[in-house]
């Protein structure tokens, strides 16, 4: 396995797909650069990117340093009308899009922020993978909304639907929070959105977990969405860096599973230097007033 940042040869994303590799994409910029102070909560404008663009750049940094390949623009309703780009409710425009960027003759990526129970107008998860693989996506899935169980839910749904014959790679960008009380409109039906979700927050080993079932599914690119914390990105890379080849650079100063524990002054603490007691771990909130669960206002 080549150390932390070792060189690699430049390929595209559809070569790199195509030869069964992963691809780990990026991360949480709106809630993240919200949480340092460079965005605004409410309208969600991205204006951080002229006003600060050290402090994108920095995020960008960050999430390559942990692992990932792909680096997206932070381009969340950054349209004149204020449209939140590239976010999907609804197949019919998510086809729309596919069939406008096809047109450009570069590879498309298409994922929806939906949930089991299809997109807004009842459409399946099945049925929007093939709509959108027949505009002519190359690699379906789904991103935001929804956390890391309930979107591989999604995804085993949209593979089903392309098993009828129609070929596209897979690709998973949940939330870095669990949400397994959401409704149909996801996370942001809940009481917690948007500024009281830390409790929530997916710990690293859960990404790990959520990266290694995403891979049995065959899934290829796997990244996050809101809430997904570089740590969570490197959470991926180091679970996946067996297939990948390589560790990223931020595991120099990480052990994995634990593994650095080992050298605590406390016994109790040197004993969790394995990978068998954090991936049974069931972490406490420390909220004991508090419900596991919450009911949607939607």
Request: aromatic share 10%.
């Amino acid at each position: 396995m080549a150390p932390a940042g070792g060189p690699r040869a430049k390929k595209g994303i559809l070569e790199r797909l195509e030869n069964g590799e992963v691809v780990v994409g990026d991360g949480s910029f709106l809630l993240t650069l919200e949480k340092r102070g460079y965005v605004k909560a409410g309208l969600w404008t991205p204006e951080v990117v002229v006003e600060y663009p050290n402090a994108v750049r920095q995020l960008h940094m960050e999430f390559l340093r942990a692992g990932s390949n792909v680096m997206q623009t932070f381009t969340f309703s950054a349209s004149e009308d204020n449209k939140e780009s590239k976010y999907f409710e609804h197949a019919e425009e998510a086809v729309w899009a596919v069939e406008v960027l096809k047109a450009l003759g570069k590879p498309v990526a298409a994922t929806m922020c939906i949930g089991p129970d299809g997109d807004m107008h009842g459409v399946s998860p099945g049925e929007c993978a093939v709509k959108l693989v027949k505009a002519g996506a190359a690699i379906v899935g789904v991103n935001c909304r929804f956390g890391p169980s309930t979107s591989l839910k999604t995804m085993k749904l949209m593979k089903a639907g392309l098993a009828a014959g129609l070929e596209a790679h897979l690709m998973v960008q949940s939330l870095g929070f669990h949400t397994p009380d959401c409704g149909k409109g996801g996370f942001v039906d809940l009481p917690e959105y948007p500024s009281g979700l830390e409790p929530r927050a997916a710990t690293r080993w859960d990404i790990q977990k959520y990266a290694r079932e995403a891979y049995k599914l065959g899934v290829r690119y796997i990244g996050g969405c809101c809430g997904f914390e570089p740590y969570h990105i490197r959470a991926i890379a180091e679970e996946l860096a067996p297939e990948r080849g390589f560790w990223p650079p931020a595991s120099d100063k990480h052990g994995s599973w634990g593994s650095s524990f080992n050298m605590h002054t406390k016994p109790w603490i040197r004993a969790r230097a394995r990978r068998e007691y954090w991936e049974n771990l069931l972490p406490a909130s420390g909220r004991p007033f508090c419900p596991s669960l919450s009911q949607p206002d939607v």
